[in-house]
């Protein structure tokens, strides 16, 4: 079994800073592809960031920079740096591992960002 753990999530004024980290532990790590999501109540989970191969970075429109993805397989964490925040980035924040043999993705719980104007 495996376990993401995000952290870092808090309340914010537009234009600051947060870094999120999402801590993975248990029976394997996959750093080949790693990904943030958010979601805001009511609506789907939409793809924020991902870190794939070696170190190709990909972002959704929205977030281009401003966020930066970013991992280190030694302590098996990977993280998302949002910067100059608005109140538009508000959500429940997700990390995800995704494992090639593995039918489905690892989740964490989430961790809520809230950006206040």
């Known amino acids: 079994q495996v376990r993401l753990m995000e952290s870092g999530g808090g309340s914010v004024q537009a234009g600051g800073s947060l870094k999120l980290s999402c801590q993975v532990s248990?029976?394997?790590?996959?750093?080949?592809?790693l990904s943030w999501y958010r979601q805001v109540r009511d609506r789907e989970r939409e793809f924020v960031s991902g870190?794939?191969?070696?170190?190709?970075?990909s972002y959704a429109d929205s977030v281009k920079g401003r966020f930066i993805i970013s991992r280190d397989n030694v302590l098996k964490t990977f993280s998302l740096e949002m910067n100059n925040l608005r109140p538009e980035d508000t959500a429940m924040y997700y990390c995800?591992?995704?494992?090639?043999?593995?039918?489905?993705?690892?989740w964490g719980q989430g961790t809520q960002v809230t950006v206040s104007s």
């Open positions: 248990g029976d394997y790590y996959c750093p080949a592809y």
């Open positions: 870190l794939r191969g070696a170190n190709t970075t």
């Open positions: 995800r591992m995704r494992c090639r043999w593995n039918a489905q993705p690892d």
